[in-house]
């Protein structure tokens, strides 16, 4: 089952992810979406992989609509250090979950990955301004 797993993570380019997700977030969204069709061509299609791009896509959308009602994304402080690692612990045990089905663990797996990079960043900002 493990090896299953990372086959799957192995499949999806982080390099990808992380520059999609960077778009998505500074609203370049032409870009962002040329970025995810060259993901998802590359991508082995299985259910995990199907949930992981569904919840990139949805990022992607909720983004573009700038409609905050209910969209986890638009409300996140993208500041707060301790939230987004609070928020990547939850998401990583979501994916991690053997209750969760394939699919679902993609997709919650991709929100782990987006706090990963969200963390990373932020953390590399802060060192920035500390030189």
Same mark, same amino acid.
């Given at each position: #089952?493990?090896?299953?797993? @990372? ?28 970025? +995810? ?10 259910? /995990?992989?199907?949930? +992981? $791009?569904?919840?990139? +896509?949805? #990022? $992607?959308?909720?983004?573009?609509? @700038? ?8 409300? =996140? ?6 939230? $987004? @690692? ?5 998401? =990583? ?9 394939? +699919? ?6 991709? /929100?782990?990955?987006? #706090?990963?990079?969200? $963390?990373?960043?932020?953390? =590399?900002?802060?060192?920035? =301004?500390?030189?």
């Amino acid at each position: #089952m493990q090896s299953e797993r @990372n086959k799957r993570k192995l499949s999806i380019s982080p390099a990808f992810v992380t520059r999609f997700l960077q778009l998505v977030i500074e609203r370049q969204f032409a870009e962002a979406e040329r970025v +995810y069709e060259r993901l998802a061509e590359k991508v082995e299609k299985t259910e /995990w992989s199907k949930g +992981y $791009l569904q919840a990139l +896509y949805g #990022m $992607l959308l909720i983004q573009k609509s @700038n409609d905050d009602r209910y969209a986890f994304l638009l409300n =996140l402080n993208f500041i707060d250090k301790d939230n $987004l @690692n609070r928020y990547y612990q939850e998401f =990583l045990n979501h994916s991690k979950s053997g209750l969760h089905a394939d +699919y679902d663990r993609g997709f919650f797996s991709a /929100w782990a990955e987006c #706090m990963r990079i969200l $963390l990373k960043t932020k953390t =590399l900002e802060q060192q920035k =301004l500390k030189i």
